[in-house]
């Protein structure tokens, strides 16, 4: 149970963080502008927000495994309908769909993972799959740029694999070919859920998606707005950056999106991941706050070297935002939570619908980058990083994250 839910976030990130590698193919192959482009990732995104609170209600309801089917059945269809009609128009569809079963997918998983792993085991194995996770995002760009530069290429071996790719995918879309392996995929994660055991999860207080009248108490608490707001910046910083790095090193430096557009993309996933890996050792000499507030420097002035800087650095500084954006997303978490005394479960489903900043803030960007070019479009990120920024100052939790000095001094205070 616990290597299907691996295998879960595994097909979640590669379903997820597609979208940036093949925002230059969408422009270019579906003539549409930068706001256009950044429609489908509202698409995608403002399904999960929409989603997010609703099923928590859906999987309380009718438990893991069936929800669990009909959400990979809505990424199955969501990617195969795009596979036959590779459209704008039903990309648009097939995006939101997709992101409704993968918001549904990340309430269930959670709470499946810490009963079927053990409680005891529970923060070690949330750990493993954030990095399964990550590790997709990596290799996903890396799948797409293969397709790309071999699918229809003469052969001096028959290759079965990418023979069967080229006769479903139109010869000018190759990168839809990528929606053929997603459609695969899912159902085969349907298949697997099918004849898999489930076992019975007794949900905490944290887990539970909480009454309406928990939501309305904690929509009464400024604090809670101001998180939304953090994590809406968050989700915002993340994905504006991934899907638009891409198409910026395209236009601007002259890069080519299949092969340095997509590699880029890939190690910014990739120094993610690392960075999720360094943060954790961090976190335990250094205050949260504190260390979010150097993080999201870094991040921007990575962020000013990439916008401003010649093409060999850019290259260079955009994915290098992943290494120090990777820790700012379970800071800003904990950090809220630790700042209500109550009814946290509803308050993760408040932060969860958060989520919808990847919808909105990538849209900005190629609203800004149709009108005063994609460099000013990208440069609305110094706003969201701003706003993570703060959060460093003004946040105020009820328990500090417990660093090694912190342990000596209550240590001391025993004594």
């Known amino acids: 149970m616990v290597a299907i839910v691996f295998l879960t976030f595994f097909v979640m990130s590669l379903l997820t963080n597609i979208l940036g590698p093949i925002v230059p193919d969408i422009i270019s192959s579906f003539h549409v502008s930068l706001t256009a482009a950044g429609l489908l990732a509202f698409a995608f995104f403002i399904a999960y927000g929409v989603m997010s609170i609703p099923a928590g209600f859906l999987v309380e309801r009718f438990r893991e495994k069936p929800v669990m089917i009909v959400a990979f059945l809505a990424a199955t269809l969501g990617s195969l309908s795009f596979a036959l009609l590779p ?29 079927s792993g053990g409680e005891e085991h529970y923060a070690f194995n949330s750990a493993f799959a954030q990095f399964i996770f990550c590790s997709a995002s990596f290799l996903s760009p890396r799948i797409y740029s293969y397709l790309v530069l071999n699918l229809g290429k003469p052969t001096p071996q028959p290759n079965f694999f990418l023979s069967t790719l080229a006769g479903l995918t139109p010869p000018g879309l190759p990168w839809a070919s990528i929606y053929w392996i997603f459609t695969v995929f899912a159902f085969l994660m349907i298949v697997v859920l099918v004849f898999t055991r489930f076992p019975k999860v007794q949900y905490t207080d944290d ?16 604090i809670v707005w101001l998180y939304f707001v953090a994590m809406f910046a968050y989700v915002g910083c993340e994905q504006g950056t991934a899907d638009w790095m891409s198409e910026f090193l395209s236009q601007y430096h002259g890069f080519d999106p299949h092969t340095t557009g997509a590699s880029v993309v890939s190690w910014y996933w990739g120094l993610l991941t690392i960075g999720c890996l360094i943060g954790m050792g961090l976190l335990k000499i250094i205050d949260s706050r504190k260390l979010l507030i150097g993080t999201s420097v870094c991040a921007l002035a990575c962020l000013s070297v990439a916008l401003f800087g010649p093409a060999n650095v850019s290259v260079v500084a955009f994915p290098t935002v992943g290494l120090f954006v990777s820790v700012m997303w379970p800071i800003v978490v ?6 209500v005394a109550e009814y946290h479960g509803s308050f993760s489903g408040i932060l ?24 000013s479009g990208v440069s609305f990120l110094y706003v969201t990083f701003g706003i993570i920024f703060s959060v460093g100052f003004w946040a105020k939790p009820l328990i500090s994250n417990a660093t090694i000095s912190l342990k000596k001094e209550a240590a001391q205070a025993t004594v």
């Open 352 to 375: 969860s619908t958060a989520i919808m900043g990847g919808a909105i803030v990538p849209l900005i960007i190629g609203r800004i980058g149709d009108h005063l070019g994609l460099r």
């Open 334 to 339: 904990s950090l809220a939570l630790n700042s």
């Open 87 to 115: 459209q704008y128009r039903v990309a648009m569809v097939s995006y939101f769909v997709i992101g409704a079963g993968m918001a549904v997918l990340q309430v269930a998983i959670n709470p499946l993972l810490r009963v």
């Open 207 to 222: 887990e539970r998606a909480g009454s309406m009248e928990m939501y309305t108490s904690l929509a009464k608490k400024p």
